[in-house]
């Protein structure tokens, strides 16, 4: 990529960023992976528009972040240059360790969180590069003087989430999800290094709430964005599986050369990184395609269904899936399929999912007052603004009935 090159976003239109060594980091192997990583699972099985990658997630989340520091910076918030760079490196590596389909197959192929994946490939960029990252990384871990350089990267009221937000509304076309972000971040302030919203944005913080609480009840947690994600990871756990077991001890695809790896020692959790890096969606999709003449019957059906999109049923509650219902659903389902050659338990999996606006345990949106005073966002919303937490819980069968 060329030296301050400049970038037309869909959304924001025509942007660049005011570091050359930025650049560099957009132009290096590990961040170009994300090109190949998609933003959202499998959710174009529900919106088909929605196959934008973390590449332009990324990209759009520095835009944002360049806005937010000149809006502080015009406030009279103190951030020299240095700062202003690192918390530019931080958010825009924040995503860097997502493996392929993003949060579907998270702690799958390998037992660490992307947040960790991407602070080890900081590590190597740092080595590698021309790019000091140390005071990212502080920021990144939350770790610097400062925390409000942190909050902007993470927190209620991110460039994170005001970019996926807007991202992910826009390829979906669910206008629920469309949020005033020009507007939350003109009014942000820092008050004894901790980020602020000036009491004017109440009703523009209220929006955005809602529809963060929007999008996870109509798209992020879709039912059938659910039962693809959960089929795709159920195929990975078999494959895994059979790698482990000795199904499967010699192959060309990438996945399951990265488990035979995994079972014969050559990675570990210490030297994961360089072969890692390696997957992508495209791994994953050609494994879907290798194995779907596969002789494991649970293998062969899981892919031929995700391929073809014979997507399974769910049933969702507010409450815990009973024994009883199980049962009936396993009975069911075995006059369907011979016992005799598949388990039909490894068919039939369930779960639970949780829709939350806003995290009351771990942070919170601080509003300024006319009077200077800081208080919680939750003294002064609506009543009609969703924030407590709620639970689905499902269970995901082959139909029975075409």
């Known amino acids: 990529m060329n030296k301050r ?10 942007i660049s960023y005011p570091f050359e060594s930025l650049y560099e980091l957009i132009d290096h192997p590990y961040f170009q992976r994300l090109r190949r990583i998609s933003q959202m699972g499998l959710s174009s099985y529900v919106y088909p528009g929605a196959t934008h990658t973390r590449f332009s997630h990324a990209l759009g989340a520095l835009h944002l972040m360049t806005q937010a520091i000149n809006t502080l910076r015009e406030k009279g918030v103190k951030i020299n240059d240095e700062e202003y760079l690192a918390v530019c490196q931080a958010i825009l590596l924040h995503d860097i360790g997502h493996g392929p389909f993003s949060h579907g197959l998270e702690n799958i192929l390998i037992n660490k969180s992307h947040e960790r994946i991407s602070y080890d490939m900081m590590v190597v960029l740092d080595k590698e590069t021309g790019s000091d990252l140390r005071l990212a990384m502080q920021i990144y871990r939350q770790e610097y003087k400062r925390p409000f350089l942190a909050q902007l990267v993470s927190s209620q009221l991110d460039m994170d989430r005001m ?12 206008v629920e999800g469309v949020i005033g972000y020009k507007r939350l971040i003109s009014m942000m302030d820092v008050v004894d290094d901790q980020l602020v919203m000036e009491e004017k944005a109440l009703i523009s913080i209220e929006k955005f709430l809602m529809a963060r609480h929007f999008m996870y009840k109509q798209v992020y947690l879709h039912k059938t964005a659910i039962v693809a994600e959960r089929m795709m990871k159920e195929f990975v756990l078999r494959l895994k599986e059979l790698v482990l077991n000795g199904g499967i001890s010699d192959s060309n695809q990438t996945l399951s050369n990265f488990f035979i790896d995994q079972m014969t020692g050559t990675i570990n959790d210490t030297n994961y990184l360089d072969t890692f890096i390696e997957l992508d ?10 194995f779907k003449n596969h002789p494991d019957l649970i293998l062969n059906y899981l892919s031929t269904s995700i391929l073809s999109r014979r997507l399974f049923q769910i049933i969702t509650q507010k409450t815990p899936i009973s024994s009883d219902l199980l049962a009936e659903i396993r009975q069911n389902s075995s006059k369907v399929f011979s016992t005799d050659v598949i388990n039909i338990d490894r068919l039939i999996f369930g779960g639970q999912e ?7 345990d771990n942070d919170d949106i601080k509003i300024l007052k006319k009077n200077n005073e800081v208080i919680s ?4 919303l609506d009543p009609i603004v969703k924030v407590r937490k709620n639970t689905r819980f499902y269970a995901c069968f082959p139909k029975l009935f075409e």
């Open 5 to 14: 090159k400049i970038i037309n976003d869909p959304i924001y239109g025509l």
């Open 163 to 174: 970019d996926y937000l807007t991202r992910d509304s826009f390829y979906t076309g669910v």
């Open 281 to 290: 969606d495209i791994d994953v999709l050609a494994s879907l395609k290798a």
């Open 354 to 360: 949780s829709i939350q606006a806003i995290d009351l």
């Open 377 to 380: 966002v939750l003294d002064c």
